[in-house]
């Protein structure tokens, strides 16, 4: 199947112009590097699609380490006096973290949602909207909107449970 795979993107590169291979195939390379599944596909939407697939899988990822698991870090729950004291009154510590990431979860999925609605406030239509966008590595907008994040936040959970483990 891989050869199959690896088939179906050597013909759609021969497809590019020599410089789009070029950044398809670096895309492809940098995908793989980030461990995700199907490298190929991720990049071949960011060319043929325009879509900033980089930009939204770094923050996907960055938003699960920092925003969801950031709880399971040493000390994090006790840095939360009603934590603390829930776990001094005996409360199991990993169901505590659980409900900390669950909540967290819950925070970042709304949020993304919020930055990603197109209706701000359909009652006052004067009010000015907002919008993600991609960056260079040196901060200059590349004029993409970085869309579709909740599409994935749940299939870019690095324990690979899809955030189901945050239910049970």
């Not at 409360?91 to 505590?96: Q, T």
């Not at 900390?100 to 701000?120: G, N, P, W």
């Not at 200059?140 to 690095?158: A, K, N, S, W």
Request: aromatic share 6%.
């Amino acid at each position: 199947m891989a050869n199959v795979h690896n088939s179906r993107w050597d013909q759609w590169l021969s497809t590019l112009p020599e410089d789009r291979q070029g950044t398809a195939a670096t895309l492809r390379d940098r995908f793989a590097e980030l461990g995700v599944d199907a490298p190929e596909e991720w990049a071949q939407s960011e060319v043929d699609e325009d879509v900033p697939q980089l930009a939204r899988l770094l923050i996907l990822r960055r938003l699960w380490a920092e925003g969801v698991n950031g709880w399971e870090r040493p000390g994090a729950i006790e840095n939360i006096p009603a934590a603390r004291r829930l776990l001094e009154a005996g409360a199991n510590r990993a169901d505590l973290i659980t409900a900390m990431r669950a909540a967290a979860f819950e925070a970042i999925s709304t949020t993304v949602d919020i930055l990603q609605s197109d209706l701000h406030d359909p009652d006052h239509t004067t009010h000015p909207g907002w919008s993600l966008q991609e960056t260079t590595h040196n901060g200059r907008p590349t004029g993409r909107r970085i869309d579709g994040l909740q599409e994935d936040l749940r299939g870019t959970d690095p324990s690979g449970h899809e955030a189901d483990d945050l239910w049970s």
